[in-house]
């Protein structure tokens, strides 16, 4: 059975920098993708990127293109979200979480996705 498990969320001033950390285990992270996702109070999931460990391939969703960075450690089990110049409305849990992919991970939706970690609040303050 796969276990995610967030850390390194918190309150932060606009335009501050966060790096959430998902530790993973029970599963080989290299035949997996692993998705950042977030969900703000009142909306859905929504997805912020993710990374194929077999190809190193990233994808990112607009809201996340040139702020946000995912990179993971070679040989290692964790993979990372570094926000920069954070907003107000990035406020949300984010999740990670891990999909067996077939297709490239960023056509998967959260519904797809097999191991969830329990999420790390994220909050930035005008």
């Known amino acids: 059975e796969g276990q995610l498990v967030e850390s390194g969320g918190g309150l932060v001033q606009t335009g501050g920098s966060l790096r959430l950390s998902c530790a993973t285990s029970?599963?080989?992270?290299?035949?997996?993708?692993i998705g950042w996702f977030r969900q703000a109070p009142g909306k859905e999931r929504e997805g912020v990127g993710c990374i194929e460990r077999r190809n190193g391939n990233i994808y990112y969703k607009d809201s996340a293109k040139g702020r946000f960075t995912i990179s993971s450690d070679n040989g290692k089990t964790t993979v990372y979200l570094q926000m920069n110049s954070l907003k107000p409305e990035d406020t949300a849990v984010y999740y990670c979480?891990?999909?067996?992919?077939?297709?490239?991970?960023?056509?998967?939706?959260?519904?797809?996705?097999?191991?969830w970690g329990q999420g790390t609040q994220v909050t930035v303050s005008p």
């Open positions: 029970g599963f080989i992270l290299d035949d997996y993708a």
């Open positions: 979480a891990a999909v067996y992919p077939i297709y490239v991970c960023s056509d998967y939706g959260p519904l797809e996705y097999t191991y």
